[in-house]
């Protein structure tokens, strides 16, 4: 789920290896750049963790943000 918090979206996503972890990353990034908005991200082994805002609203979320993060969560 998706928190809101110091005006970003953040969410963790846990998978069963680094690959599977990778592959997600792999097919955010293609929906990122087709949406211009890329996303502030780690990555270690199995976890990642998404930071969306939008920079160029002054940090905050938006829109934006909002529709990125649902389109991640199509991923799942």
Do not use: C
Request: hydrophobic share 40%.
């Amino acid at each position: 789920m998706w928190k809101e918090t110091k005006n970003q979206l953040v969410r963790s996503f846990e998978f069963k290896d680094f690959t599977e972890a990778f592959t997600f990353m792999t097919r955010v990034a293609f929906i990122a750049e087709k949406m211009n908005h890329h996303p502030e991200w780690t990555n270690v082994y199995n976890r990642v963790e998404i930071r969306l805002s939008t920079h160029d609203a002054g940090n905050t979320v938006t829109e934006k943000d909002r529709r990125l993060a649902s389109e991640i969560d199509k991923l799942l």
